[in-house]
């Protein structure tokens, strides 16, 4: 059975919708029209799979395609115009470069034995721990900006891995 598809059709999504009924079928391109080519295993079938297009909303789903097209772009555009304004040593470092920084500007690179001897020997006046509340709180604020930027590029990647799935 040939069929001539007269109206606005999406063929993956009618594909679909044909599977789902269990038509097989494939796609004719023969001067300038486009038709749909069934290969019935019973006559019965040829009223069923007219419902199936007739009930095809090529309209609908040619707006769900555009609009999911749009999305991917701009997400696309998105990742590339944010990854441009990332710092340069988020573009430039390696995983190395990067672990070593943060390693050894983080409480200046001391384990948990090294900050708690560090603490030990400040003076136990209010001068010392106000110096030592201080400093950590300093280092929270590094870590925090250091998270900050981590997160951004954790939704840079996910953006151009999304684009790239598709």
Same mark, same amino acid.
């Given at each position: 059975?040939? $069929? ?18 269990? $038509? ?17 295993? =019973? ?5 069923? &799979? ?12 040619? &707006? ?8 991917? /772009?701009?997400?696309?555009? =998105? ?31 001391? =384990? ?7 603490? =030990? ?37 996910? /953006? ?7």
């Amino acid at each position: 059975m040939k $069929i001539p598809l007269t109206k606005t059709v999406v063929i993956s999504v009618l594909s679909q919708e044909l599977n789902a009924a269990t $038509i097989p079928h494939s796609y004719l391109y023969k001067e300038r029209e486009l038709f749909l080519v069934i290969a019935l295993e =019973d006559e019965g079938q040829e009223s069923e &799979a007219q419902a199936v297009i007739d009930a095809h909303d090529g309209e609908a789903a040619l &707006a769900a395609v555009n609009a999911f097209l749009a999305a991917r /772009d701009q997400a696309e555009t =998105d990742a590339v115009t944010n990854f441009a304004i990332l710092p340069d040593w988020v573009k430039e470092w390696t995983a190395a470069d990067a672990a070593a920084y943060v390693h050894d500007n983080v409480l200046a690179g001391l =384990d948990a034995a090294g900050v708690d001897a560090y603490v =030990d020997a400040l003076p136990s006046t209010v001068a010392g721990m106000k110096t030592g509340l201080k400093q950590i709180g300093g280092q929270l604020a590094a870590i925090r900006d250091i998270l900050e930027v981590i997160a951004k590029l954790i939704m840079y990647i996910r /953006d151009l891995v999304i684009r790239f799935r598709q």
